[in-house]
């Protein structure tokens, strides 16, 4: 399920919950949202008030998605590329790896 269906979803069930439909049940029937996440959704709703993900710790990510996605496809194109080369390839797009 891509994010932006997610966000959308949340942003119902908040609307709905600002609103003073707190029941799945009722949110369910209305927008045919998969109980579960509307259940996730309450309880953030009930914890926190809102429905903004907190940021989580962590690395960031060495990669765009786009370098990923390419570098996916070469691999798909020549499965017998060495790491060597595909280091090689990531460097044309500024991103610096250990092979």
Known sequence: MKTDNKTA??????H???SGITNAAEIRRRTNIPRSTI???L???KKTGSIIHKKRPGLPQKITS???KALGQYIRRNPAVSS???ASKL??????VSY
């Open 43 to 45: 309880a953030k709703l």
């Open 91 to 96: 460097s044309l797009k500024g991103v610096n």
């Open 39 to 41: 259940y996730l959704n």
């Open 16 to 18: 709905l919950w600002n």
């Open 66 to 68: 786009e370098s990923s």
């Open 9 to 14: 979803q949340a942003q119902s069930i908040q």
């Open 84 to 86: 060597r080369k595909l």
